[in-house]
């Protein structure tokens, strides 16, 4: 049976997750009324470290825009240039960047619904980060809705929030043992594989999370001798040992005899 332990002061001994948002402001428009809601959506997800909108004040809407997005902290980055996609270029430049700095995030948000970053995306992921689009309807390529690890259409943003921003009174500490662990990994790749999606470290995770509520995370996995994981790897890299599963660089794959149950 799974522990369940209540943690003194509200306080967690997890690490929280860093979070950076960045927003293609020439495909999405974002009202502050939308930035205030991505915002909650954000910081519901972990520590925001990076928010930007990358924007062109040569145009009127935008200009009047990037002031008011400034006023609730967001960093715009005003892209003056005639040339296309110049702003588009600025993102996907910034994104890569992002990755190697102190303050890279784990989750990426990124706002927009243009066919170019699904590379940018693919490059993000093999860096092990998680990245979450947001689009307007009728204004999205395909290939980034499957591309993505988590999609959304900006006007679900105010279900989003509802159900992140429920009042808690005490802060849970969940504890999963660690064949219970690898029964939701196992299930978490057939999942995956059903869906037609890689199987990629943060895609995994997150499935794992939301099939199992006692799991948040490799740290709330024990060991039979009480020990923790330092992370996510070391957790699979345990499981690959025990030949449960297969593992090319952060893609996970179903032994022959779990392929065949799924």
Partial sequence: MTDIHIASKGQTSQPQLKVGIYCDFQNVYLSQELANLLLAFANARGRLVSKKVYCNSLFENQASAKENLQRIGFKCEDVTCSLKNSADNQLKSDLIDDVYNNQSPDTVI???????????????????????????????????????????????????????????????????????????????????LSQGKRTRFNY???????????????????????????????????????GKIQRQNQDLFLMKLDRLAA
Avoid at 159 to 186: D, R, S, V
Avoid at 204 to 220: E, K, V
Avoid at 234 to 239: E, G, S, W
């Fill in 204 to 242: 995994i995770d997150n499935l794992m999370r939301q099939h199992c509520a006692s799991y948040q995370g490799f740290s709330s996995i024990h060991t039979p001798d009480g020990k923790k994981f330092k992370s996510f790897s070391q957790f699979v890299d345990a499981v690959v040992r025990d």
């Fill in 110 to 192: 990124l706002v927009s619904g243009d066919g170019d970053f699904a590379n940018p995306i693919q490059f993000l992921q093999d860096k092990g980060k998680n990245v979450i689009i947001f689009a307007q309807r009728g204004n999205v390529k395909q290939k980034l809705k499957e591309r993505a690890d988590e999609f959304y259409f900006m006007d679900e943003l105010p279900q989003l929030i509802g159900k992140k921003t429920q009042p808690q009174t005490a802060y849970i500490e969940f504890q999963i043992n660690y064949n219970e662990a690898i029964k939701y990994l196992i299930k978490a790749i057939n999942t995956a």
